[in-house]
C-alpha cells in the first residue's frame, strides 16, 4: 500500500517561502547533511542510547501485530531479524540467511540458514523457526499484513530439509521470492514463544515495556554478529514531531527521525546536534478511494493531480528538500516516458465539469505523521478554492485515523518501498493492504508477469509499462520525493540510516560518549 499505518505527529501550518530563500535554505542544508552514517570514530562501550520516535498511545509487544507505529519498527529491529537485509542496487547483505537458490523455472527455492544462531533465552535458531513464522504468516485467520507479500507461497509446499535448510516449493513460477521474503517486517521469533516475551535473535533483547511510552532493550551478549557496545537503547514515544523535535533540542533524546523540518534552521545553530538526511526514497501520499463516489471516475482522480502545484509542495511542505514526483509510487527507477505533471487548473475544473463534480465539497482525512504532509494537503486545498471545490481538512489522532484504515475515501500516507512490494499491496483484494481499492485489469496482468521473471532487465520493463499506467489512472497524488531527515547529538557515533526508509533503526553499531 501506498502509506503504511505507522508513525504521526501534527505540524504547524504551512509557511509562505519565497522560491529563492527556500533554494538557499536547501542548499545550505544539503551541505551540513550526511548521506551516509554518523563517523564511527570516537564513543566507548556501555552506556544508553535513547531514541525519540512519535507512536500511538496504544501499543503491544511482539514480531507481529497489525497495531504498528514507529515504535513498533524501532524496537522489533533491535530484537528480531529478517533472512537479509536490503541494500541498494538490488544487492542483499545475509543475516538469518545465508543463501538462497532455485530451480529453472522460479517454482522451487531453498534457503540456507546461518549456522550457531541463539535465541535470547539460548535456544538454537533453526528451520523449525522458520517453518513455523511462515505458517503463521499465510495462515489467514492471523490477517497479517506480511501475508501479502508472500502470498503466492502454498503453506503446505514448506518443506525442512534439515536444521539448517527450508525448501519453499510453489504453484506457479515466483522470480521475486528472494525479494519478498526479505522484506524487514518478515522478522522470526522462537517457535512457540508468547508474543510478549519477544525472544528473538537480535543484537538486543527485552528488558522493560511501557505501552504507549517506553521500551528498552539491553545488549544480548549471546548475539551470533558482532556484539553491540551499547549496554541498552530506550525507545521513547512522543505524540507528536514538534514533541519529539523538542526533546531532542533539550537533550532529553540522542537521536530521531521523526523531526520537524521547520525546526532545522533552530537545529543547524544548536551545538552539540547533527543532521543526516537518506535517499530521496519518502512520498508522503494523498490517496483516493477509487470504488466509490467521487474517485471512481478517473477524471476525478485526475483532476485532483492537475490540481496539486508540485513546486510550491516542494518549497512550502517540503522546504525544497527533494525532487518532484510524478504520481507513480516505489522508490523512482525504472520509469516510463511520461512528462512531469504539472498544475493545470482550467484542465482539472473541466475534467470536474465532463464528470459532473463541479462545485465538490470532501473531507481530506490526515493523520499529519510525517514532514510537510498537513502542509501538502492544506496547499491542495487552497488551490482546489480556484475550482470551485472545497476541501475540508480534517487532522486526526493516529490512533482513530488507523482504526479505518482501508474504508477512509480521500486520506494521506506515505511510501518508502521498492516497487516490487508496493505492487504486491496494491493488487491486493484486502482493504487494508489495497486501501485505495483500485483495480486496473491491465496493471494487475502485468504484475503477474512481474512476479513471474527473477530477470532485472525484464523486470524493468515491465515496471515501466506499470508506471505509466499509474500516471495516467492511478489513485494516488505523489508529489515530491523526499529524504527521511535523522538528527542525532553529536556524542554519538555510528548511526546508519535503514535502507530504504532512511529511518534509524539498526543500533548494533552505535558508540556514544560518556
Known amino acids: 500500500m501506498l502509506s503504511r499505518p505507522v508513525g504521526k505527529g501534527p505540524r504547524r501550518g504551512p509557511r509562505v517561502l519565497a522560491p529563492m530563500v527556500a533554494a538557499a535554505m536547501a542548499v545550505n542544508f544539503a551541505a551540513a547533511c550526511s548521506t551516509g552514517s554518523s563517523e564511527g570514530a570516537g564513543g566507548s562501550s556501555g552506556g544508553t542510547l535513547r531514541v525519540g520516535v512519535v507512536a500511538s498511545t496504544i501499543s503491544t509487544l511482539g514480531a507481529y501485530s497489525n497495531l504498528r507505529s514507529q515504535d513498533f519498527y524501532v524496537r522489533n529491529a533491535a530484537m528480531f531479524e529478517p533472512l537479509a537485509h536490503r541494500a541498494r542496487g538490488g544487492t542483499y547483505q545475509w543475516a ?16 540456507k540458514l546461518r549456522p550457531n544462531v541463539k535465541f535470547h533465552d539460548g535456544s538454537p535458531f533453526s528451520a523449525d523457526d522458520v517453518i513455523a513464522v511462515f505458517q503463521r504468516i499465510l495462515d489467514k485467520k492471523n490477517a497479517l499484513i506480511e501475508r501479502n507479500y508472500i502470498d503466492e507461497i502454498d503453506p503446505k509446499g514448506i518443506e525442512k530439509v534439515d536444521d539448517l535448510t527450508v525448501k519453499f516449493k510453489l504453484p506457479k513460477p ?29 543484537p538486543f533483547m527485552l528488558s522493560k515495556f511501557t505501552p504507549g511510552r517506553e521500551t528498552e532493550v539491553k545488549r544480548f551478549d549471546g548475539y551470533w554478529g558482532t556484539k553491540p557496545k551499547l549496554d541498552k537503547v530506550k525507545v521513547i514515544s512522543f505524540k507528536s514531531v514538534e514533541a519529539s523535535t523538542s526533546a ?9 527521525s521523526n523531526i520537524l523540518q521547520t525546526s532545522l534552521p533552530t537545529i543547524g545553530k544548536t551545538p552539540g546536534l547533527k543532521v543526516m538526511k537518506s535517499d530521496n526514497v519518502l512520498k508522503v501520499s494523498i490517496n483516493m478511494r477509487a470504488d466509490v463516489p467521487p474517485f471512481n471516475d478517473v477524471r476525478v ?22 525532487v518532484l514526483a510524478n504520481d507513480q509510487m516505489g522508490i523512482d527507477t525504472c520509469l ?56 475540508n481538512v480534517k487532522k486526526m489522532e493516529l490512533g482513530a485515523y488507523l482504526e479505518k484504515w482501508g474504508k477512509r475515501t480521500f486520506y494521506t500516507g506515505y ?4 516497487y516490487l512490494e508496493a505492487v504486491d499491496e496494491t493488487i491486493s483484494t484486502d482493504d487494508v493492504f489495497n486501501h485505495q481499492h483500485w483495480h486496473d485489469p491491465e496493471f494487475e496482468s502485468l504484475a503477474k508477469q512481474l512476479y513471474a521473471t527473477a530477470d ?27 529524504p527521511t531527515i535523522s538528527v542525532y547529538s553529536s556524542k554519538v557515533h555510528g548511526l546508519v540510516p535503514e535502507y530504504p526508509s532512511g529511518n534509524l533503526y539498526h543500533f548494533a553499531g552505535v558508540t556514544i560518549d560518556q
Open 336 to 391: 516510463p516516458d511520461v512528462p512531469q505533471r504539472e498544475q493545470n487548473l482550467p484542465q482539472a475544473k473541466k475534467l470536474l465539469a465532463d464528470a459532473g463534480r463541479s462545485n465538490l465539497k470532501i473531507d481530506l482525512e490526515t493523520a499529519a505523521n510525517k514532514p510537510g504532509m498537513l502542509q501538502l494537503v492544506q496547499i491542495l486545498a487552497e488551490d482546489a478554492k480556484k475550482i470551485g471545490v472545497t476541501i
Open 96 to 111: 538469518l540467511a545465508t543463501g538462497m537458490t532455485h530451480n529453472k523455472d522460479n517454482t522451487e527455492w531453498t534457503v
Open 456 to 482: 532485472p532487465q525484464e523486470q524493468c520493463e515491465i515496471q515501466k509499462k506499470m508506471r505509466r499506467i499509474e500516471y495516467e489512472r492511478g489513485a494516488s497524488l505523489l508529489a515530491a520525493s523526499n
Open 174 to 202: 515466483y522470480g521475486a521470492f528472494q525479494f519478498a521474503v526479505t522484506n524487514r517486517t518478515i522478522i522470526f521469533d522462537k517457535k512457540g514463544s508468547r508474543p510478549e516475551q519477544a525472544i528473538g535473535t537480535g
Open 248 to 256: 531532542l533540542i533539550g537533550r532529553q533524546i540522542d537521536a530521531s
Open 301 to 322: 482522480r485526475q483532476a485532483m493531480q492537475l490540481t496539486m502545484n508540485r513546486k510550491l509542495a516542494l518549497t512550502n511542505a517540503f522546504d525544497g528538500i527533494g
Open 415 to 418: 511510501d518508502t518501498r521498492p
